[in-house]
């Protein structure tokens, strides 16, 4: 990921610092990550260890001997992991360039080479994760008597004790997390308080599936009707004598399928719905917008327009013009005030002034106001008042659109609620706006025409020293692909990460629970019970077990599915039906490929333990 980053074949193209910022995001992520993972797998391997270390210590072996013995498989595993993986790393690198470069539409670019700087940093990370695993291990043996050591891979086994403060803790955080993702209104506001609410989920579930599990269990316990027969006797004994161990790894389960689950679902709705909010964003395929408008800087853009377009011989069609004055503003009391300083940004609505001569040419109408009048339209729900007053103005609202007029720039109305109204004089509104005029035409041509025209139309304004910008779709297009699709490219890069690990998971509590079963049904068949019975109770436990994360994972996908859509917005996705498509495809496939793993990893828990 690192190498992809800060490959020199990124260059030269549209949004290809946006693209880069967001692999380095990555990489960090996957640091990270590793990190976790790598101190989970390390501290199941050590606790499947714990006997056979404390066996050496009872022969006669001293620490230091062991913890010698251990430094040098640190050394071996650490060595054979790192020459495997980085010769891996650099033949997949490759590999994973040309499939972002055929994701973002660049050209490809021929030769093979090794990013040092990549391959030294990825040796210090992982290096560093090693040693530290090593260190964690070795102050478990010294703090450990060898009776202890002998009996670590049994230790977990006591019943575990109803945790009533974290179980109310966890419910807590859960509501907490799920009301602010269904409450929450604007995109903004869901950008600020999305982390909080991540958090908090996480902390729910945590809460929950260590203590809450436990809680649950002891009252199915005390349910003498249901608790006292043979199936529910077995599974939910059994189940509490190993929760506590269990919870963290299933609650670690949830957490990552979640993650997945998000990454691929939001990044491939936004790589799919590109196209529509492009033609959002860019009405027409060129697109110029003048700052600190006046009648005298109008006339300049519109002179070097027609100049540079009768020179270069261009034939433009689908003209629109116009001049809006933004305002950002805050509702109190129904009235709309200028921002200030310390203004709540997540509270913030605009309002879009546009004179009602260009509404005419627009709608090709003939319509007239009074100064004290306007023409409204706007998505906000509730809003339905036959006045508005804009800093202590008060104008009375003489028509309401039920569409927006074609051809104006509406990319922020789902971003932030967004008041567009028609005056005769739009200085007359509002203490601060930000005054724009704005151009937008097609021309008959191919994509390299509209380039070269907006090209050129950037070169004209800036030497007649004209504060205007020239976008078109097409470039725009560059750089909205930079962005949207290292963000595909990422969620499908962490999103196989995630399910990789989740895999692993799955397959250490396979493991471990084989061992730590297999002694708990021998003695259960000793004391009478066949084998049919200790077959439906395992298999009862262990779809019990492993596929309540997923259910609750489907759960939290749901109660986000709100805060996700708001989120998405500000990024230009406003087609929920796209995403809720993409979501319900990827749960399917991920819930395909959840239970796959979990029959394949079964298969070596059912052979321990029979």
């Known amino acids: 990921m690192h190498a992809i980053s800060i490959n020199k074949g990124l260059n030269g193209t549209g949004g290809v610092q946006s693209l880069k910022t967001i692999l380095s995001l990555g990489t ?15 501290s199941f391997l050590i606790k499947r260890r714990k006997k056979e270390i404390g066996l050496y210590n009872v022969l006669g072996l001293e620490k230091k001997h062991i913890a010698k013995i251990l430094f040098y498989e640190c050394i071996f595993t650490s ?66 008597k060898p009776i202890e050591l002998l009996k670590g891979s049994e230790q977990g086994e006591k019943e575990p004790k109803t945790k009533w403060i974290m179980t109310i803790i966890g419910v807590t ?38 203590a809450g599990s436990i809680a649950v269990l002891k009252f199915l316990r005390k349910q003498k009707n249901f608790y006292y027969k043979t199936g529910n006797f077995i599974s939910v004994s059994g189940m509490m004598y190993r929760m506590k161990q269990n919870a963290v790894g299933l609650a670690n389960i949830c957490i990552l399928s979640t993650a997945v689950l998000v990454m691929l679902s939001t990044t491939i709705s936004l790589y799919a719905g590109m196209d529509d909010f492009l033609k959002i964003r860019y009405p027409r395929d060129i697109v110029i917008t003048a700052r600190e408008t006046n009648e005298n800087q109008i006339q300049k853009v519109n002179e070097t327009l027609d100049s540079e377009l009768k020179n270069s011989k261009i034939d433009i069609k689908d003209k629109i013009y116009y001049v809006d004055n933004s305002l950002e503003v805050i509702e109190k009391s129904g009235k709309f005030l200028s921002v200030s300083e310390n203004t709540d940004k997540s509270k ?72 567009i109204i028609f005056v005769n004089n739009v200085d007359a509104v509002g203490k601060k706006g930000f005054k724009e005029y704005t151009i937008g035409f097609n021309i008959s041509g191919t994509n390299k025409d509209i380039i070269s025209t907006s090209d050129k139309l950037n ?18 297009k560059e750089g909205f692909l930079s962005v949207y699709g290292g963000l595909f490219f990422l969620g499908i890069f962490l999103g196989t990460l995630f399910l990789m690990a989740t895999v692993l998971i799955i397959y250490y509590k396979q493991i471990s629970e084989g061992y730590e079963d297999k002694e708990r049904f021998e003695i259960m068949q000793k004391v009478g019970m066949d084998k049919n019975e200790i077959r439906k109770t395992i298999r009862s436990q262990v779809l019990m077990v492993f596929f309540l994360p997923l259910v609750f994972t489907i759960i939290h996908i749901a109660f986000a599915f709100p805060m996700i859509t708001k989120m998405l917005a500000l990024l230009g996705l406003k087609n929920v039906n796209l995403f809720i498509l993409s979501t319900a495809i990827t749960i399917i496939v991920f819930a395909a490929i959840y239970t796959l793993v979990f029959s394949l990893t079964a298969r070596a828990y059912y052979k321990i333990v029979e």
């Open 28 to 42: 960090i992520v996957i640091g990270i990550f590793s990190a976790i993972f790598l101190f989970y797998t390390n």
């Open 459 to 476: 070169k004209k304004f800036a030497q007649n020293k004209i504060k205007a910008s020239v976008e078109s779709a097409v470039s725009g």
């Open 79 to 144: 060595a054979i992991s790192l020459i495997i993986g980085l010769i891996g790393g650099i033949i997949l690198n490759k590999l994973m360039f040309l499939l972002l470069i055929k994701m973002l539409n660049f050209k490809v670019h021929f030769g093979f080479s090794i990013s040092m700087p990549s391959v030294i940093k990825t040796l210090i990370v992982f290096i560093s994760i090693f040693f530290l695993n090593l260190l964690s291990n070795l102050f478990q043996i010294k703090i450990l």
């Open 173 to 210: 955080a859960l509501c907490t997390g799920y009301g602010i993702a269904l409450n929450v209104k604007s995109p903004i506001s869901a950008l600020f308080l999305f982390f909080g609410a991540v958090i908090l989920v996480m902390i729910g579930t945590y809460a929950i599936f260590t």
């Open 348 to 419: 913030i609505s605009a309002i879009e002034v546009i004179p009602v001569s260009d509404y005419n040419r627009l709608q090709e109408k003939n319509v007239s106001l009074h100064d004290d009048e306007v023409i409204l339209f706007s998505k906000v729900k509730g809003y339905n008042d036959n006045t508005i007053n804009i800093d202590g103005k008060t104008f009375k609202v003489k028509q309401r659109l039920d569409k927006p007029v074609e051809g104006l720039d509406n990319s922020m109305m789902d971003v932030v609620d967004t008041y």
